[in-house]
């Protein structure tokens, strides 16, 4: 693996333990946000709709941002059939080319954010 994967995996890593399953409920998905139905490929709509509007609430603007502007990307990149690791390496290449940042700079933002979804996801399921 690329250094890059480490944080992909460890972002997915963290997203998907906290959603416990791989079932892709997206199909039956009624939300418009991108955010909600990225995490609804592991989880019910409830759970996500608790976990993004408890994100938005206490997250930083920019992070919460930056970390929603990766979703219809991941999400364009599932539906052309690439796995979840390559679907956010390739969005998060463009947002970090977009926000003239570097890998690193992007992978601690994400890092911090997908932790704190991956709490709020797991309060939400309790």
């Not at 490929?41 to 920019?62: F, G, N, P, V, Y």
């Not at 990149?77 to 463009?94: I, K, L, N, W, Y």
Request: glycine residues 4%.
């Amino acid at each position: 693996m690329k250094p890059f994967y480490i944080y992909t995996g460890f972002t997915l890593a963290l997203l998907l333990t906290a959603c416990g399953t791989d079932e892709d409920t997206t199909a039956n998905s009624t939300s418009n946000t991108p955010l909600i139905q990225w995490c609804m490929e592991t989880e019910s709509q409830a759970i996500c709709d608790c976990a993004d509007a408890s994100l938005r609430a206490e997250a930083i603007k920019k992070d919460y941002e930056i970390y929603t502007s990766l979703a219809p990307l991941y999400l364009e990149q599932r539906a052309s059939g690439a796995s979840r690791v390559d679907a956010f390496d390739t969005a998060s290449a463009q947002i970090a080319d977009e926000q003239s940042m570097t890998a690193g700079e992007l992978r601690q933002i994400t890092n911090r954010i997908g932790m704190q979804h991956r709490a709020l996801i797991k309060v939400c399921s309790s």
